[in-house]
């Protein structure tokens, strides 16, 4: 008779030998290919070429490839080359190890959707999901199987360009943002047909930049690393974003992308990524260009070591790891782990399987109907109704003449915005307004302009000078002009904000201002007495404190994309009504950045509990636009919102529930949104913090119950007295209502 082992020792065997996790078959695979290959072929795999760049030693790209020398190819959306580039690594080269093509496809590929900060303006994720599926669909066919976005920095400073690129001001819906975005591109998992691999980027707090200066230096405690900067980019790791993109400027005196607290502790260890790493453009060689690195040779130590398995476009590993290696110098391990991760994303992708894409089918996917469709729709939903004073708005659909007025008006580039992909116009908003009033007499006036003052740097480094700006005697003319059209019209339409070039990477400004002469511009257009609606296309939050004084219909349009012209026609005319809302504080003036709505208490705030950090003398301290704010051409009223309980021990949750009915005379969206503020705890709290938003339709005299649910994540903060995460017990303010200043208020309490 077999003896019966002891109910610990049979569970100990159980738990050790039957309830074991099987082998994962791909890291196998990776494992097994790392063994075949030569310490060249290993480099080979950290180096992102460009299409056409040659190497240290002038081999092009394709005899770098054949020889297995590169693991990447970057800067161009070639098809046939991209085809030809990947045949040649999987075909001729030893280890037939595919390459991954990556690009900037931000938002959208052929069919182009709203810039992100505009897309963060529609509070719609799921809408942000389907979109980026649609550009990774494009992407994929075009043989594009990497981009370089999501970007999730926090901006709080209008003045930096890269805002136009993100989500905003706010870690909470910067985290909804960035999960939406990486579950569009890659799908549910790594692999997911007709998806493509995400790069997140930039870790990080690259959007906290001195002055909102783009690539310089980054001061950031870590209290705020943790509580507004890091989340996003957890979040976007625990949605499976397979790399991530490593920043260019120095964060607290040590470079992002040598940074190995940032890259192995915080990313790898805290946030548990699984994926590689990979340097924005050449920041691995800037290395040294920072003053951390002695020398080349010593920057590509250094980025390798502290966690960037990848090099972008420098080449700084081709030329310096092999002999730091034979000598010695850096261990045969670092460079191992650095390839073994870069084949098991290849790997996960089902790259080894399937590594084109399908260009055949290119102009039949670019000209799906559903894809125009959607981004005709993301447009709509990203429109911010900033002001409508008298009802100014929708404009009537028997109008007669109407004159579109503004340098912007007819530009079927700019409305696309930056980081664009092929060429080709999008619907202008003259173009949008001539369709939607087909019976009216609609002129167009450009009234001047405005430019860059300084080229690109990259076109500046090619010899081309900045766009020219137009002579102040023809500028002149031209307003005259668009006066004297605005005079015959009875109702002007001024498309006025920023060209796509003044926005996005090396856009930082000094001014908010309208730049140009649209300020003149307008100014003299409404002095004419004719009713005015002003049209902003821009990245980035302008100073119109003067229009909103003055001008009574604003809609901020943002970059609209593709169908643009026709977005915007739609909701000027009242066909959409509009129900974006702002993701970012819009500022009175220059002088008011950085401008956020979540400052902290402070010891003079009985007085205007909204916004406490004070201007005393010259301006008022408050926003001209508050984060969240967004008119509709309907009206909503909220009940007091309700708690399921109103004492709870820490880590319970708590329901809240609030009524919102529609109690004007149209259908209309609402962003219900929550927002909570701890009272006492081991840190001082920010006034305001948002933890809940949901977009709902109502009809008119429809009434919905909108709930959401405060647990342990909505509740925690990383406390810098305990240097940990935690939810303390205390008392809690609730405010539920359609932006940040929202009045309707419960309370609750948790208890230990």
Do not use: C
């Not at 959306?77 to 085809?83: E, P, T």
């Not at 090619?462 to 023809?474: F, I, N, T, V």
């Not at 409404?526 to 296309?537: N, S």
Request: glycine share 10%; no cysteine; hydrophobic share 45%.
């Amino acid at each position: 008779m077999a003896r019966l082992l002891p109910l610990a020792a049979a569970i100990s065997l159980l738990a050790g030998t039957a309830f074991a996790a099987p082998p994962d078959p791909v890291a196998q695979r990776a494992q097994a290919l790392l063994a075949r290959m030569t310490l060249e072929e290993k480099i080979g795999q950290l180096t992102q070429l460009g299409a056409e760049v040659p190497g240290p030693n002038q081999e092009k790209p394709e005899e770098l490839i054949r020889a297995g020398k590169a693991g990447s190819v970057l800067w161009t959306i070639d098809s046939d080359l991209i085809a030809r580039l990947q045949r040649v690594a999987v075909q001729e080269s030893r280890l037939g190890i595919p390459l991954l093509f990556g690009y900037d496809v931000i938002h959208g590929y052929k069919n182009v959707f709203p810039v992100p900060l505009g897309m963060a303006a529609t509070w719609d994720p799921a809408l942000v999901e389907r979109s980026q599926a649609i550009a990774a669909r494009e992407s994929w066919t075009a043989g594009i199987n990497w981009t370089f976005t999501p970007m999730v920095d926090i901006a709080r400073d209008a003045r930096w360009g890269r805002i136009v690129e993100g989500a905003g001001e706010d870690t909470f819906l910067g985290i909804a943002m960035a999960r939406a975005q990486v579950r569009g591109l890659q799908g549910p998992a790594l692999g997911t047909p007709e998806r493509v691999l995400t790069s997140v980027k930039h870790f990080a707090a690259y959007g906290a930049a001195d002055g909102g200066r783009d690539y310089d230096s980054v001061y950031v405690p870590e209290v705020l690393l943790q509580n507004v900067y890091f989340p996003p980019f957890r979040a976007a790791v625990e949605a499976g974003a397979g790399t991530v993109m490593s920043a260019y400027m120095t964060l607290n005196d040590v470079p992002a992308s040598g940074n190995r607290w940032l890259l192995r502790d915080v990313l790898r260890q805290d946030m548990g990524f699984k994926g590689f790493v990979i340097s924005d453009a050449f920041a691995v060689q800037s290395l040294e260009n920072h003053g951390y690195a002695a020398d080349n040779a010593d920057a590509a130590a250094r980025g390798l070591q502290a966690g960037v398995n990848m090099d972008m476009a420098s080449n700084s590993y081709m030329r310096q790891l092999p002999a730091l290696v034979k000598a010695g110098k850096l261990p045969q391990r670092v460079v191992d782990d650095a390839v073994r991760d870069v084949l098991t994303v290849k790997l996960r992708m089902g790259l080894f399987e399937k590594p084109y894409g399908d260009p055949a089918r290119k102009e039949a996917v670019f000209n799906d109907p559903a894809h125009r469709a959607a981004t005709r729709e993301a447009a709509q939903r990203s429109i911010v109704l900033l002001r409508n004073e008298g009802r100014a708005l929708p404009l009537a659909a028997a109008l007669k003449r109407i004159a579109v007025i503004g340098p912007l008006g007819d530009s079927g580039e700019d409305i696309k915005g930056s980081w664009t992909v092929e060429k080709g116009a999008g619907v202008t908003v003259l173009e949008g307004i001539k369709a939607r009033w087909p019976q009216a007499e609609v002129t167009f006036s450009r009234g001047g302009d405005m430019q860059r003052a300084y080229a690109l740097p990259w076109d500046a480094n090619d010899g081309k000078p900045a766009p020219a700006l137009m002579p102040a005697a023809e500028q002149q003319a031209e307003l005259a002009q668009a006066v004297e059209a605005a005079r015959q019209a009875d109702t002007v339409v001024m498309v006025l904000g920023e060209r796509a070039n003044m926005s996005g990477e090396a856009a930082s400004v000094a001014s908010l201002a309208l730049q140009g002469n649209q300020q003149a511009l307008l100014q003299a257009v409404v002095a004419t007495g004719k009713p005015v609606v002003l049209v902003l296309l821009n990245g980035r939050p302008l100073d119109i404190a003067w229009a909103d004084a003055h001008v009574p219909a604003i809609v901020e349009a943002w970059f609209p994309g593709s169908e643009g012209g026709h977005a915007i026609a739609d909701v000027l005319s009242g066909a959409v009504n509009p129900g974006g809302k702002l993701p970012v504080s819009w500022p009175r003036s220059t002088g008011h950045v950085p401008a956020y709505y979540n400052h902290n208490l402070t010891h003079a705030n009985e007085a205007d509990r909204n916004f406490t950090s004070r201007y005393s003398t010259d301006a008022p301290s408050s926003p001209l636009y508050p984060f969240g704010h967004g008119l509709s051409y309907t009206t909503f009223a909220y009940g007091a919102p309700t708690l399921d309980r109103t004492t709870a021990r820490a880590g319970e949750p708590v329901k809240v529930s609030v009524k919102v009915r529609n109690t004007g005379a149209v259908a209309g969206d609402e962003v219900v949104q929550l927002y909570i503020h701890q009272r006492a705890g081991s840190a001082a709290r920010p006034q305001r913090e948002l933890k809940g938003f949901q977009r709902v339709n109502l009809q008119p005299g429809a009434e919905q119950t909108v709930s959401f649910t405060l647990g342990r994540e909505e509740l925690k903060f990383w406390s810098p007295a305990t240097m940990a995460w935690g939810v303390e017990p205390g008392a809690f303010d609730v405010w539920v209502g359609g932006s940040s200043t929202a009045q309707a208020h419960a309370e609750f309490r948790l208890t230990r």
